[in-house]
């Protein structure tokens, strides 16, 4: 194996590890704020102990996300160093934009927050969890603005050899960067939200300190079903401007090989690229295509055979990866609905299926996370920068193989123990209940640790 | 063209603010197990830089961002030049990162066992390989147009691990008095033992640096052409000394204070010598990397500037006022007492 796959199978291991912990942070760091704030206003411990409970899992959750982190930083400069100096100019702003005004914030601010119980004051205590949830989702924003400018580049010229910055702020308005910053983060959130709701699920289904598990239920379960509500609408929203920006990519979403105008959308497709056609089309919605791509029911979708075979994506994957998404995020807006009526009526315990079912859900919306990634990453290629670089051009020269291939097995036995223990760890308090802790609060010296 | 010497200053002091940081937090790491005879001695020197840790670990991640956005060149053929080095620091930062949350979450023996032997590699590590790279940072890397001849074992030039050994006793002095004031009663009086025990061979590493940095470095030539210079690496050893005089008095703080001096005078010192090189070329200096032939366009620096003057100086302002927040010295009742502590 060559060097150029070798290295984009290190990035994509190495960035989705580190994407099994961020969604969790950007959204459990929010409704633990929330659980905080809920304490500090009405005084209620249970409140409190919701904060400290769904707290302690956040931090076993939120170490592996930061050092994942360092490694993408690492990697582009490490296996991307033609890319790197091609687009640094550009696109190292908003990396070292995010380390300065947000990665900072929320590194500090955790320690205030994990150390300060009591060394401030409850009120500035809440606020520390709102400095980091905020710089969290911060961070996400210039992250995310970077990948938008790879899947969209904007702002820059073509100039000695390299592309070079010209409007900063079109690079921070770029509308791709935007909605793909606030998809991803209401993903996050749904991760948090089903997190939540499946772990309580777990404690009320053995009936369990329903008076803690019952209001940690319900803010799961609005949390979820409002985060779904957004992802639904900024997805839509993030297809349209992919169909405008990236046709490539959004042909290969859908397994579209001729350009049509009125495009319909067959709810059963098996795409076959041997062939450049798809072998199954049934159940045909007419015109949904073009009404997604354009919000326009006449719209001209672009087919793949519109475009040179070597500038197109790999077809199967994005499609199937796509189509798996969406599936999933409908099943999950549905378990979410259901889970707000039970919790409204009161009748949260009596649904035992329903619990189960919220249970064993809780990786659906990390799969869905994960699959979103896949049709982005996978989506764009053969470009690195989407019309500007390839790839294969992007890749270090100064590395071989042999290199990459150590590295790689390094990063897969270092990350699958870490893995492995982290959630190990997770599993062992998410089981033990808030019980410990709040005992602990009340008789500080507990062995409760 | 002064966006870029604005930058090469900027760059200089993240680093140097980065090593003064997390090399307490290094120093201490490798200490920890030595100086920690009980679980409960243990937890408190964890506990000592807990709140700040993650924090300080962030300036690696800004200079490395910085270097990134303001000389994307030098930025990438240092990575990848680099490639198995790189790796290894960043597996240990990944690891001693993990160690402090996982440690205390089960109540076993062998677990914390496993996990402090894990602190002391993790923290060893990096102050090695980071005395390594910049010792041959400064001597060169052996590049041309051709590209980079040099490999992970070319590294280990005595004079890199010169360099990587002068690092590690630099934080190890520098944890040790770290934790003289941040801990109490007999724990504190190990740990400065400890610093005045690793303070002459400290001193001694440094000498033989400043001179084998004659023949080995071109570092020298910025000070011979301006001989005023050289009050850097001069305040660097009168901070040094200084170090071992507070330590004797028994002013921990005082002590402490003039470390941190000292791995800010120490990094001056090479970056003072670096300068306009980033990273010079061992054969050929034609293709040394400059601050002029590695930046970013004229328009990049100056945003980045604007972002840096804007935020640094509002980071600085929140991290004063947190490890004010946490300045009391930690006792093992702090430790059992709070629940959420490592």
New interface residues.
């Given amino acids: 194996m060559d060097v150029v796959i070798l290295s984009r199978l290190q990035f994509a291991i190495t960035s989705m590890f580190h994407f099994i912990f961020v969604p969790l942070t950007l959204g459990l760091s929010i409704l633990v704020a929330f659980m905080e704030t809920r304490y500090v206003r009405t005084g209620n411990e249970v409140w409190l102990g919701m904060a400290k409970f769904w707290g302690k899992l956040f931090l076993i959750n939120f170490a592996l996300g930061v050092v994942t982190g360092i490694t993408l930083e690492f990697q582009f400069g490490m296996n991307w160093a033609e890319y790197s100096r091609y687009v640094g100019d550009i696109f190292g702003a908003p990396l070292a934009i995010e380390a300065t005004a947000a990665f900072f914030l929320e590194s500090v601010f955790i320690g205030v927050w994990i150390f300060g119980w009591n060394k401030v004051s409850k009120t500035f205590h809440a606020v520390s969890i709102w400095i980091v949830a905020i710089a969290t989702n911060l961070s996400a924003l210039w992250i995310l603005l970077a990948n938008g400018w790879m899947q969209h580049p904007v702002g820059y010229v073509i100039r000695n050899g390299r592309a070079e910055m010209v409007d900063f702020l079109a690079m921070v308005t770029n509308p791709y960067g935007l909605l793909k910053f606030f998809h991803t983060v209401v993903s996050g959130y749904v991760v948090a939200a089903f997190f939540v709701l499946g772990i309580s699920a777990w404690h009320l289904l053995r009936k369990n300190r329903p008076d803690f598990f019952l209001p940690s239920f319900r803010t799961g379960a609005v949390f979820g079903l409002a985060s779904l509500f957004l992802v639904l609408v900024t997805g839509d929203f993030h297809a349209v401007e992919v169909a405008k920006t990236q046709p490539t990519k959004f042909a290969a979403m859908e397994s579209v090989w001729e350009t049509r105008r009125g495009a319909g959308m067959s709810l059963i497709t098996i795409p076959d690229p041997a062939n450049e056609r798809n072998s199954v089309e049934a159940l045909t919605i007419p015109s949904m295509l073009s009404y997604l791509a354009f919000h326009r029911a006449d719209g001209e979708v672009k087919g793949l055979k519109d475009f040179r075979k070597d500038e197109r994506p790999p077809v199967t994957p994005v499609f199937l990866s796509f189509r798996a998404m969406v599936a999933m995020g409908f099943f999950m807006t549905l378990l979410a609905l259901l889970s707000v009526i039970v919790s409204f009526r009161g009748t949260v315990e009596k649904h035992t299926l329903l619990l189960r079912v919220l249970l064993y859900s809780i990786p659906v919306p990390y799969l869905a996370n994960q699959l979103g990634w896949i049709v982005a990453e996978v989506g764009r290629q053969p470009w690195i920068v989407y019309g500007i670089m390839k790839t294969s051009d992007g890749v270090s020269r100064s590395i071989s193989a042999g290199q990459v291939v150590g590295s790689l097995i390094g990063f897969t036995l270092l990350y699958g123990l870490l893995g492995f223990i982290d959630i190990f760890l997770l599993a062992k308090y998410a089981r033990k209940g808030p019980d410990g802790d709040l005992a602990s609060f009340i008789k500080p010296a507990s062995k409760e640790a | 063209m002064e966006f870029q010497i604005i930058w090469f200053v900027l760059w200089g002091v993240l680093w140097a603010v980065y090593f003064m940081l997390d090399g307490f937090v290094l120093g201490a790491g490798m200490l920890h197990r030595y100086l920690g005879t009980t679980d409960g001695e243990r937890r408190v020197i964890i506990?000592t830089f807990?709140?700040?840790?993650?924090?300080n670990?962030?300036w690696?991640?800004?200079a490395?961002?910085?270097t990134?956005?303001?000389f994307?060149?030098t930025?990438?053929?240092?990575?990848?030049?680099l490639?198995?080095a790189?790796?290894l620091l960043?597996?240990a930062?990944?690891?001693r990162?993990?160690c402090?949350?996982?440690r205390?979450?089960?109540?076993s023996d062998r677990w914390k066992n496993a996990w402090d032997t894990a602190i002391m590699v993790s923290s060893f590590l990096p102050a090695l390989l980071f005395g390594v790279a910049f010792g041959n940072i400064f001597r060169g890397l052996p590049m041309d147009g051709a590209?980079?001849h040099g490999t992970f074992l070319s590294l280990l030039n005595p004079f890199g691990i010169l360099t990587g050994v002068l690092f590690v006793l630099l934080f190890l002095v520098h944890g040790a008095l770290y934790l003289s004031v941040k801990t109490t009663g007999e724990l504190s009086r190990r740990a400065q033992v400890t610093a005045n025990r690793f303070w002459p061979w400290l001193l001694a590493v440094a000498a033989l640096f400043l001179v084998a940095a004659y023949p080995a470095t071109r570092l020298y030539e910025n000070y011979l052409a301006a001989p005023l210079l050289l009050a850097v690496p001069l305040l660097a050893v009168l901070s040094l000394i200084a170090t071992r005089v507070f330590s004797a008095q028994g002013r921990a703080l005082s002590a402490f204070a003039a470390s941190c001096a000292t791995v800010i005078l120490v990094i001056a010192t090479g970056v003072v010598g670096l300068f306009p090189n980033l990273i010079p070329s061992s054969i050929d200096p034609a293709h040394s990397l400059t601050i002029f032939n590695s930046s970013?366009?004229a328009?990049?620096l100056r945003?980045?500037t604007v972002?840096?003057f804007i935020?640094?100086p509002i980071?600085i302002a929140?991290?004063i006022w947190?490890y004010r927040?946490?300045r009391a010295p930690v006792t093992e009742r702090d430790v059992?007492?709070?629940?959420?502590?490592y």
Avoid: C, H, R
Avoid at chain 2, 50 to 55: I, L, M, N, T
Avoid at chain 2, 336 to 341: H, K, M
């Fill in positions: 506990n807990g709140p700040v840790w993650d924090g670990e962030v690696l991640i800004t490395g961002g910085a990134f956005a303001a994307p060149t930025y990438a053929l240092m990575f990848s030049y490639y198995t790189l790796l960043l597996f930062l990944i690891v990162g993990v402090f949350e996982f205390g979450k089960l109540e590209g980079y970013s366009s328009y990049t945003i980045m972002v840096a935020f640094v980071v929140y991290k947190v927040v946490f059992i007492e709070d629940v959420q502590s």
